[in-house]
Each structure stands twice: as C-alpha cells, then as structure tokens.
C-alpha cells in the first residue's frame, strides 16, 4: 500500500469528504457534522474533530452510541418546539451516518433514529405560479430565462448544471422546426439518464450561447451552458471575468442567481417569527412545477408557450 493511500485512509475527514458527490451537499454536510462535534464538546479544527470522534468511538464504541443520541435527543426537542422538521433531522442522521460509515464506525442506526419521528414524504412548499415565473424571468442577468425555462421544463435539479455542456442538449425537429429537445443529464456518472426541454427553452439556450460567441467566446460542443459574466464590475474591486477565458458557472452559483432575483422581483420577504420556510423554493421548486404539473399526466416538457410565459 502507497504512503498517500496510507495517509488518505488514516484521515477520517478526507475520508468523509471523499464520501460525499455533490458539491452541494459538502456544502450543507461539513457544517451539520461541525455542530455535531461541536455538541459533544470537542475542539480544535474540524480535521481534528473528526480525528478524535474516530479515536474515541474505536476505543468505546458504546460512548460513539450514546453521543449520537444524546445529540439526537436535543434535535428531537428541537422538532417538538417546532423549530425544526422531521426531515431536517433525517439530514443530520444522513450526515453522521456517512462520517461512521466513511470510517468503519459500526454503530445500531435502526436502534438509535427509532425514537425520532417521521419525516414528511413532501415539504409542506409549493411550486412557482406563472405570474411568479414571469417576474423571475425579468432579473436582468441573460442567464436567467435559460436557467428557468431549462429546469421548469426537464425537471432537472440543480446539482446537474454542473456537468451540462452544449452537446448534451440535442434539438429535435419535425418537418425542419425545432419543437423540443432532448437533454442529457450527468453524461458519464451512475445517475446518467435523459429528459427533454420546450423549444422556448431551447431558443433561450441557443440565444445564450450566440451572445457569447458574438461576444468573442469560442463556443464548441464542450462549452459549458453557463458560465461566469465578463467586463462588468468594471472600476470595482472585484476582477470581471474575461470572455475568452470562460469558468463554468457552478450549481452553487446558479442557486445564488435564483435567488438574488427572487429577493430583487420582490417575491422574497423576511419570514415572519412563525414561518421557517418561504412558500416555494428558489430552484427546487421549479422542480416541483415539473413534477406536479407534467407526471401526473405523463408528459416530459412544461409547456411554458401554453401557458404564457413567452410568446414568439
């Protein structure tokens, strides 16, 4: 065995991080495993957290179980006060449950979530009505209508902006008229499977990648659907982008877009001291349009031309 594979495996957290796929749920993963280290009082950085946590649950495993669900416990008084969902505990489980699992920590997890309770199958959240999708659509950021017409219309969720290039969306015609398109979603991972979008997305697309070629950008099969802005900011202390220099536009980035127009259309407000959630999601919730509008009539596309968010 190599010394860095030695050293890789003796690192719990490079370990749990190696667990994870998604960017975003590393995102929301290392700060939920923080707190729970930070619960059972240990100290240090969260490499040394992760250290010690594995020390002492190999050297008493009972203790590992115990601390689990004392925190556990304290999570589940939150859930009575209604601070927080059943669902919001299952991802604290998901989370400690990968770091035991990353580190072959064996512990009873059908003995120890038992107590907790059930978590909705569906978020108590809507999807976006068409005059809140007509307002999202006036952010003034070019980006904006493709990320839109492209999600509403496949479904996709917001992690699979990180691997669409151009050659995944695959026009499809009748009689010479583009009337759909096929997208590839994950090209090469596990999850790969495909979906399909309305022309009004695809033009938006398509209008997208004119720009940036007319622009000076090199655009090929490879490009990325989004990518970072250029030559704004100008005067600014932040560097623009450069257009021949294009940077993918990571999901995370996409879900800042999202949001930032929905707070600047004034269709997000400070929540009120009772609510926790706002009534529909920033991207998910695009998702959720597909889903409740297109499955239960066994259709891929929204058709966003029928409903009047674009006329041509």
């Known amino acids: 065995m190599s010394k860095e594979l030695t050293e890789f495996e003796s690192d719990p957290y490079s370990l749990f991080i190696f667990g994870i796929n998604s960017p975003l749920t590393k995102e929301k993963y290392v700060p939920r ?20 946590f594995v020390k002492n649950a190999t050297n008493d495993p ?13 999570i589940k008084e939150r859930i009575e006060k209604k601070e927080i969902t059943a669902g919001t505990a299952l991802n604290y489980v998901k989370t400690i449950k990968l770091f035991c699992e990353m580190n072959d920590i064996l512990l009873p997890w059908k003995r120890i979530t038992r107590g907790l309770p059930k978590a909705r199958r569906y978020a108590n959240d809507r999807a976006p009505t068409i005059e809140e999708i007509r307002k999202i659509i006036e952010y003034p950021d070019r980006r904006i209508k493709s990320i839109v017409f492209t999600m509403a219309s496949s479904g996709i969720r917001l992690g699979a902006w990180d691997y669409l290039r151009w050659k995944h969306i695959i026009p499809i015609k009748i009689e010479g008229k583009i009337v759909a398109a096929k997208i590839i979603v994950y090209q090469g991972e596990p ?3 495909f979906s399909f979008i309305t022309s009004e997305a695809y033009f938006e697309l398509e209008k997208w990648l004119l720009y940036r070629e007319e622009s000076g950008e090199k655009i090929t099969e ?12 100008k005067g600014s202390k932040r560097k623009p982008g450069i257009i021949t220099q294009p940077r993918k536009l990571q999901s995370q980035g996409v879900k800042r877009i999202m949001e930032t127009a929905l707070w600047t259309q004034g269709l997000r407000h400070k929540l009120e001291n009772e609510m926790r959630r706002h009534e529909f999601q920033a991207d998910h919730g695009l998702r959720k349009l597909f889903k409740t509008r297109c499955e239960p009539r066994n259709e891929n596309i929204v058709l966003l031309k029928d409903s009047g968010i674009q006329k041509n």
């Open 191 to 193: 999850e790969e499977y």
């Open 222 to 233: 490879e490009s990325w659907i989004l990518r970072n802005i250029w030559d704004r900011n």
């Open 62 to 74: 009972s203790c590992a179980v115990v601390s689990v669900i004392k925190y556990l416990q304290m």
């Open 33 to 52: 495993l923080n707190k729970f280290f930070e619960f059972i009082n240990l100290e240090g950085t969260i490499q040394e957290k992760c250290i010690d």
